[in-house]
């Protein structure tokens, strides 16, 4: 395969794997960034970094499902730091409907009883009678899996260029552009749209869970996903709206008290960081890869709140066809 020059744009979760796999596969690979520190303006900071493609599936595409089970093997492969535990849902008595839904539209799960539940997460012994377990999927601290990803792709040769804005109208000598702006190319990305997600980190040392808890409620479920030293990501939120402003109150309000309902623990948690950022999506949620008519410029895009999970293989998709040229992969638009 011949070498050949690539820039990509933007040094989010979607572009570092650009970047890497493309590296590795023996291209010269410039990454830009336009901030100034890594992270800082990518949406991917606030993201659970979840690798959960059977959970996913009670409302994505199975597309997004079956893709995503190859996540896990591909981030572990890079960032040591991926713990596989699965994931446990469940839902008070009052809310059984909702886990028995969860269960219709989900695959790959066990039913837990309390004992079981117990067993598995000691500190949620005696608060729910009925769970699902997905024992393949995994999780990691989004931060911490990005700078690994960020060190891998130094060690393959990307020279990362911080600081720099991009001009998609200027000249460029690079053989292939490959987009990663997110949100911020929606001028240039024909029917992407903002959605945006909250969260919080909280330091709540006297609850010790072993893998993300998702609870569910008909109006607000979240997830609650270890990062180690008694810190949790709390999240979940969906809004329609392209606003990146600070977290509302009625949003945090909403997600500390379904932490509270999980384990009251968390009343005396510590709030460390809170913040809110707007996800790039497509009309059905699945991110694609487009390639322009002349076949220089690669926009990957729409990751919606599957990034972390469908990142590598985006990144396999583009390597495929820059050494086939075929556009037979399934999230090639």
């Not at 079981?116 to 005696?126: Q, R, T």
């Not at 997110?182 to 909280?202: D, I, N, P, Q, T």
């Not at 932490?259 to 009343?267: D, E, K, N, R, T």
Request: charged share 20%.
């Amino acid at each position: 395969m011949a070498q050949r020059e690539i820039t990509v744009v933007g040094a989010g979760v979607l572009g570092l794997w650009q970047a890497l796999t493309l590296a590795r596969q023996g291209h010269a690979v410039t990454l830009v960034e336009q901030s100034d520190q890594p992270f800082t303006a990518a949406a991917s900071r606030w993201a659970g970094a979840m690798l959960a493609p059977d959970c996913e599936g009670e409302s994505a595409p199975p597309i997004v499902r079956d893709l995503g089970r190859g996540a896990k093997d591909l981030w572990q492969a890079v960032h040591p730091g991926v713990v596989g535990n699965g994931t446990l849902v469940t839902a008070h008595a009052r809310d059984q409907s909702e886990l028995h839904r969860f269960a219709r539209a989900t695959t790959g799960h066990k039913q837990l009883d309390e004992d079981a539940i117990a067993k598995l997460e000691p500190d949620l012994a005696g608060r729910f009678s009925s769970a699902l377990y997905f024992p393949h999927e995994a999780h990691f601290d989004c931060m911490v899996g990005m700078r690994a990803v960020l060190t891998a792709a130094r060690e393959a040769g990307v020279n990362i260029v911080f600081g720099s804005r991009w001009d998609e109208g200027g000249a460029h000598t690079a053989d292939i552009v490959i987009d990663c702006r997110g949100f911020a190319a929606r001028a240039s990305v024909k029917g992407l749209r903002g959605v945006r997600g909250e969260r919080l980190l909280v330091a709540a040392r006297d609850v010790a869970l072993a893998r993300p808890v998702r609870l569910l409620h008909p109006r607000q479920p979240i997830y609650v996903v270890p990062q180690g030293d008694g810190r949790y990501v709390v999240g979940a939120t969906v809004i329609e709206r392209e606003d990146d402003g600070p977290m509302t109150v009625r949003s945090a309000l909403e997600l500390l008290g379904s932490a509270y309902a999980l384990h009251p623990a968390f009343a005396e948690a510590a709030i460390l960081d809170m913040g809110a950022g707007v996800r790039p999506a497509f009309g059905d949620n699945v991110p694609r890869v487009l390639i322009a008519d002349d076949g220089r410029t690669i926009r990957v895009n729409g990751a919606y709140r599957h990034g972390f999970l469908l990142a590598p293989i985006l990144a396999q998709a583009v390597a495929g066809y820059l050494a086939t040229g075929q556009r037979d992969h399934p999230l090639i638009g």
